[in-house]
């Protein structure tokens, strides 16, 4: 198969093939691209795979990486030759009446097969394909859990889309939480662990008691739920015994990657001891940087790797956080070329959004988020709010109808009932600032409740202030510029952004801040009474 590319590129998009092509010719192996958001990222993704496929590395595979399969989606509506690969349970097994990944687990106790399984025929194509897209989630399952698959896949170019996440996502990925929620959800919990983890006070009596006690009951429970699932009578009791020794058997896979990294606790791992929800003793565990993991997972297993965002800011830290030597690193940074009279950024000063003052200020936002929407109540937008606790707070103030909310587990289904509808509506949203295409008439106005700043109290966010001081200002300032990006997509594109957080001032004494930014913004002070 053949990438079948057929369009005519903006001037934008040229200039970054022509930069990639002058990079990898200079013998540069890392290529960071910022281009501002609705440049066309996706498009210059697939110019440059086909230019590096067919003139420099002749049936060379090239890899695309996305933030989330949402993304992935647009891509795939955009270029269907795409080899795309989302995770098992995307996939539905007909055989079974299940989706995939139930049904492998499935199939695994029983010594059976699946033919055709979906989820097989999709991964064989990503293995075959010159053209390859997936999300970074399953890329870092496959890279710490099945690498023999990467290697196998032998692609010698990698493009990473909203590269700016990525190192955020690893993160999370490799991270983990003992509590006695957490534990019970396995099945393993035990009334003296409360006391254990209670005596629990560093990442080497943790990394101890994991080792010792509680990896050898996931071993146990594991052995023990596929037992009973090969015993169970019914189809549906098995499913479910299979479901939880799936799980077991993904956090043993977590668990014993962060015993193996004791080299590391010192330097680059924290430990978060407090109370949950419940008022029960909760443990977290996370590296503070991904940076150091990264080569040896990802990196080394191309000739070349570009990453593309609308906000790398500041090239020497984003090397940083990326694990990736300066030297073998070239840069390019697009201006934004779209009309500042078409995207305004209105910022109303009327109060600060932070911990102590958010109640009052956001009982001072609501006749004003009124009067937006009643100003917009012909077209559709969305309102960033940061957190889930503000969209909680404007469903209880504010009744309209067009308003869609979500939970962690019904965001896509959300966006898509925004997308489809022939209504005017409204997204409320905590967690679409990024690879969300709202162009044209899908958005036409958007609101950002709250300044995205990173949560001060974490130990994690504090430890890498330890390090790179510039990282809080400069994450912040990213998460603002991608929201701003959401509804802004075309040249001929057009909408009207609101700010509603007085702790905006901190961003403004930004020295990243770009001036296409800066172009767009009228500052209107409210009275506060």
Known sequence: MEIDLNFSPRPQQTEMLEFVKSSINLGKKFIMIEAPTGVGKSYASVMIAEWYRNSFSKKAKVDILTNSKLLQEQYIKDFPFMANLKGKTNYFCRRQNMNCGEAAVLNTAGGTNCHPCPYKLA????????????????????????????????????????????????????????????????????????????????????????????????????????????EARTKKKKVELLRKADHVDKTLCKFNRFVKDKENYKSNWIFEKDLDQFGKIRILVEPIWGNIYLNDLFWREYDHVIMMSGTILDQELFSFIMGVDEEKMSYLSLPCPFDAEKR????????????????????????????????????????????????????????????????????EASLEKHLRSQNSTVLVSPSM??????????????????????????????????????????????????????????????????????????????????????????????NKK
């Open 123 to 230: 991964q064989s194509k990503f293995l075959r394909s010159p053209l390859s897209l997936t999300n970074f989630h399953l890329i870092t399952a496959y890279s710490m859990y099945s690498p023999d698959m990467l290697i196998e896949r032998k692609s010698k170019l990698l493009i990473i889309d909203e590269s700016h996440s990525f190192e955020d996502t690893f993160c999370d990925f490799i991270s983990s939480v003992y509590s006695e929620r957490s534990i019970k959800a396995l099945d393993i919990w035990r009334d003296w662990m409360e006391k254990d983890l209670s005596e629990i006070s560093s990442l080497t009596a943790l990394s101890e008691y994991t080792s010792s006690v509680i990896i050898t009951l996931l071993d146990q429970k594991f052995e023990e739920l596929i037992g009973e699932s090969k």
């Open 433 to 526: 600032i990024n690879g969300i295409d709202l162009k044209d008439d899908l958005s036409r106005f958007q609101v950002i409740l709250k300044v995205p700043f990173p949560n001060l109290l974490s130990t994690k966010i504090k430890k890498r202030l330890e390090t790179r001081k510039e990282w809080y200002n400069w994450k912040s300032l990213i998460d603002l510029l991608q929201a701003y990006g959401r509804s802004i997509r075309n040249d001929e594109d057009w909408a009207e952004t609101y700010i509603l957080d007085e702790c905006f001032d901190q961003i403004l004494e930004n020295n990243n801040v770009p001036q296409y930014f800066l172009d767009a913004l009228k500052i209107k002070k409210l």
């Open 344 to 411: 305004p950024i209105i910022y109303l000063k009327f109060g600060k959004m932070s911990y102590y003052n958010k109640k009052d200020t956001f009982s001072r936002a609501v006749p004003i988020l009124g009067k937006i929407l009643e100003k917009n109540h012909e077209v559709k937008g969305i309102i960033h709010t940061s957190n889930y606790e503000f969209s909680n707070w404007i469903k209880s103030s504010i009744k309209d109808s067009r308003l869609i909310f979500h939970d962690s587990s019904t965001r």
